[in-house]
């Protein structure tokens, strides 16, 4: 059972433009989001994370929206940059019972060309 | 650079032996976590350890087993390889209840 969505296996975009890669979840419980990128031959590497509680949080080019009622988030990548260029997972946890479990999506390739 | 390594990073297995991985994360990390990335999927839970104690298990059979020792190193075991056990497996660890820092990853093949 997929609790954590990621829709569209990928996406490309122009570089300097807006990337928007989409997560949906269907657990009611999950309290913290984050996303996750991973370049081959490498581990994940933490982007960025949200908590229920907000709507809304950035770091740099990188933005993560939640929408709760819709069960539903999304990272914005602005200026998009080819080094920006690899697979993006959105990740769950319900820290209140799972202590950090982690629900992973199936990630979205993202290819940024110049 | 997130602190966490694993080895190997590739090994190749014959169907019915048994292995074990490795993992070695930052000091003051006490907890640990060990995932499944099948391809084309994403990262699947099989276990997490605090504090050498076993604390909280995904939908994996007893064939996987882990270990967490005190100096922050842990162990993935696997018996009785089935084919389907190839994969890419991912240690992460994190100090408490916060984001997971993940290692590169061992990638397991069965044949």
């Known amino acids: 059972d997929q609790q954590v969505k990621q829709n569209s296996p990928s996406l490309s975009v122009q570089e300097g433009r807006i990337s928007i890669l989409n997560c949906d979840y269907t657990?009611?419980?999950?309290?913290?989001f984050l996303w996750y990128k991973k370049y081959p031959a490498e581990g994940p590497t933490f982007l960025i994370s949200i908590s229920s509680i907000k709507d809304k949080n950035e770091d740099g080019r990188f933005t993560v929206f939640l929408n709760k009622s819709a069960k539903h988030l999304s990272l914005h990548i602005v200026p998009s940059q080819p080094g920006d260029s690899a697979v993006y997972f959105c990740?769950?946890?319900?820290?209140?019972?799972?202590?950090?479990?982690?629900?992973f999506g199936r990630g979205t390739q993202l290819t940024v060309w110049p | 650079e997130t602190g966490v390594t694993q080895s190997p990073t590739h090994l190749i297995k014959t169907r019915g032996q048994q292995v074990t991985l490795r993992c070695s994360s930052q000091s003051g990390h006490n907890t640990v976590s060990w995932y499944q990335q099948a391809l084309g999927q994403g990262p699947q839970f099989i276990f997490q350890?605090?504090?050498?104690?076993?604390?909280g298990r995904g939908n994996f059979p007893p064939r996987f087993s882990g270990l967490q020792f005190p100096n922050y190193s842990s162990e993935l075991n696997v018996n009785a390889l089935e084919l389907d056990d190839s994969a890419l497996y991912l240690c992460?660890?994190?100090?408490?209840?916060?984001?997971?820092?993940f290692g590169q990853g061992t990638r397991l093949t069965v044949v």
């Open positions: 990740a769950a946890s319900d820290r209140g019972s799972t202590l950090g479990r982690l629900y």
């Open positions: 992460a660890s994190s100090p408490q209840n916060t984001e997971a820092f």
């Open positions: 657990n009611s419980m999950f309290d913290y």
């Open positions: 350890y605090y504090r050498e104690e076993e604390n």
